[in-house]
């Protein structure tokens, strides 16, 4: 196994999954680098840009999830890649060094600082990899980016969406998208915590949601122009209760909109009006009171019950806990305990 530090410029991201994985391409020969990225990604014309490459510390290590591909790539030598037009949405994002990205008529330099996103329906290059340019490329399935769209909107999504290439994810939204990629990254990274990968695809459908509220496209007027509409009669009680039927189910804010029959930006601000909350903040209310329940009831340990209902970083999920209730989860668990010894 090549374990390997993680030195990159984004050192909250838990790299562990790749760094400990084995190396696909551990051994210094390009066709080999060119021909695993192309397994794992789209068909390319890859090629060395020195006249006698000598490639250093090359690497790739990647996951396939339900909805995504992530890979962790360094050429080792400075190189292109030319897919051409994507079959589907994808994110790279730079751990050090820098890569000339294109797409279409847009052009972006990936950087730590800078991430890059492409869209299908234009041509997709990347002229200058540098040799120790190391990138996460994040690969979305097409059909699940638009039907997440779709939810959002309250509508079919007939064209596809054309993203902004530059993406800056070291402040405001782009640092928040971040923090979900940790999150997902920490979840494949424990393979063995079951509870933990319950909600995994809720993690990669977040991260899809959070790339379609955090980075500009084509549609991002429609959220801003879309007339906020009254509730049709029944619509938040239909939310109340999907949501207190089943709190660990991995909805979205497009699930819940569906659920409503309503635009999501319409949906929150109805139920923002009408219960000072809103509905992913009231679905939070619901899974910590059920978290509650269990430790009271002594039935699970912190992790575990924290776990199940959706809860997958402890240091926040503790937090939320005691603003909620005034007290930490293990105070909680204690009484349970100490109730059910009497």
């Not at 790279?92 to 008529?105: E, Q």
């Not at 509220?213 to 009669?233: E, T």
């Not at 240091?315 to 204690?334: I, N």
């Amino acid at each position: 196994m090549d374990r390997l530090r993680n030195t990159s410029a984004h050192p909250a991201l838990p790299l562990d999954v790749f760094l400990e994985a084995p190396n696909e391409v551990s051994q210094p020969d390009f066709g080999l680098f060119r021909d695993t990225l192309n397994h794992h990604f789209y068909p390319a014309r890859v090629e060395a840009l020195e006249r006698h490459p000598t490639m250093r510390e090359p690497r790739i290590s990647a996951v396939h999830l339900n909805l995504t591909t992530i890979g962790y790539v360094r050429p080792g030598t400075l190189a292109s890649v030319d897919p051409g037009d994507l079959s589907a949405y994808h994110v790279n994002v730079a751990l050090g060094g820098t890569v000339v990205s294109r797409c279409g008529d847009q052009e972006a330099i990936a950087s730590p600082a800078m991430a890059t996103v492409f869209s299908p329906g234009h041509h997709t290059s990347l002229p200058r990899w540098d040799a120790d340019a190391t990138q996460l490329s994040i690969k979305f399935t097409r059909p699940r980016v638009e039907e997440e769209l779709s939810g959002l909107l309250g509508r079919p999504v007939v064209k596809p969406i054309n993203f902004r290439l530059g993406f800056a994810v070291d402040h405001g939204a782009g640092q928040r998208w971040m923090a979900i990629l940790s999150a997902l990254l920490q979840s494949v990274a424990t393979p063995g915590n079951q509870m933990l990968l319950r909600h995994l695809e809720l993690l990669e459908r977040s991260l899809i949601t959070g790339l379609l509220l955090s980075q500009i496209h084509s549609y991002s007027d429609d959220f801003a122009g879309d007339a906020v509409q009254h509730a049709p009669a029944g619509a938040l009680d239909r939310v109340i209760d999907e949501i207190q039927r089943a709190p660990d189910r991995g909805y979205t804010v497009a699930d819940l909109a569906r659920v409503a029959g309503m635009s999501a930006r319409s949906m929150q601000y109805a139920f923002q009006d009408k219960y000072q909350v809103t509905p992913m903040r009231y679905l939070r209310q619901v899974r910590l009171d059920r978290v509650h329940d269990d430790l009271l009831q002594g039935v699970a340990t912190v992790s575990n019950a924290a776990a199940y209902w959706g809860f997958t970083n402890p240091s926040r999920f503790a937090r939320a806990y005691r603003d909620r209730f005034g007290e930490l989860p293990a105070t909680t668990l204690a009484q349970g305990r100490t109730a059910a010894a009497r």
